[in-house]
């Protein structure tokens, strides 16, 4: 008894009740990124056509030029020593043997020998502006997607914005979800279209910077080849 009369004389403060933040429970939807892209529109089907006609050439014009620009420092060496010997045949075999553009140029060069510096010095000109000519086919499709790719991501979405703004027309029911939700889906296309025209854009000169790289090592080549032609009449 004496204990309970303290406790109503002294009663223990009570702890202070903690306000804990409420965590909305929001449940995180799963995107699938294929389902994401084909909300783009229409559009997003020749951007994708143009997307897979990208890589093809990117790959195949990479591994055409990477094989035919593909520098041999002991094909001149050895065509060199073949000419200074005198056999024209071996030479021109030498040349057909290392199956690359700078052996193709060199291949017209020895079947030149006999005539005048300038006729021979033409006729490795040509030959090397015919390889560079073979390197460069289909490259002008990598500009034509540069140019066309983001052209029509920005058609799907402007078409798209159109459609959005004619639907609030008609309900009349102007919603920031509606608006927000149905750009975002619209201005994917616009996203693929500059990330395709982009790679097409890149790819396009890194393939002419390997070709300008060709035209210089097949220039000092060629002066090479000449040197080795006039020796013997220095003699």
């Known amino acids: 008894m004496i204990f309970n009369f303290l406790l109503q004389a002294n009663p223990v403060p009570a702890e202070p009740v903690v306000n804990e933040p409420v965590v909305a429970n929001t449940a995180i939807e799963s995107v699938n990124f294929f389902q994401l892209i084909m ?26 030029i990477k094989k035919q620009t593909k520098l041999d420092n ?26 690359t553009a700078y052996g193709a140029v060199l291949r ?13 010095d033409l006729a490795l000109e040509k030959s090397a502006n015919i390889e560079m000519g073979l390197m460069e086919k289909k490259l002008g499709y990598l500009g034509i997607v540069a140019g066309i790719a983001p052209i029509l991501g920005f058609i799907g979405t402007i078409s798209g914005v159109i459609k959005i703004f004619y639907t609030i027309s008609i309900t009349e029911n102007i919603s920031i979800g509606n608006i927000s939700g149905g750009l975002y889906e619209k201005m994917i296309s616009s996203g693929l279209g500059l990330i395709v025209g ?12 390997m070709i300008d790289h060709f035209a210089l090592n097949m220039q000092r080549q060629g002066l090479e080849f000449i040197n080795v032609i006039q020796q013997p009449n220095t003699k």
Request: glycine letters at 6%; hydrophobic letters at 50%; proline letters at 3%.
């Open 198 to 209: 982009v790679i097409a854009y890149a790819a396009y000169h890194f393939f002419n910077m």
């Open 108 to 120: 017209n060069g020895v079947n030149t020998i006999g005539r005048p510096i300038n006729e021979i």
């Open 74 to 99: 002991s094909l001149i060496n050895e065509l060199k020593y073949q000419l200074n010997s005198g056999n024209i045949q071996s030479a021109a075999m030498i040349c057909d043997k290392s199956n």
């Open 39 to 64: 909300k783009g529109g229409v559009m997003v089907i020749p951007i994708f056509i143009l997307f897979f006609l990208t890589v093809y050439i990117i790959v195949e014009r990479y591994l055409y």
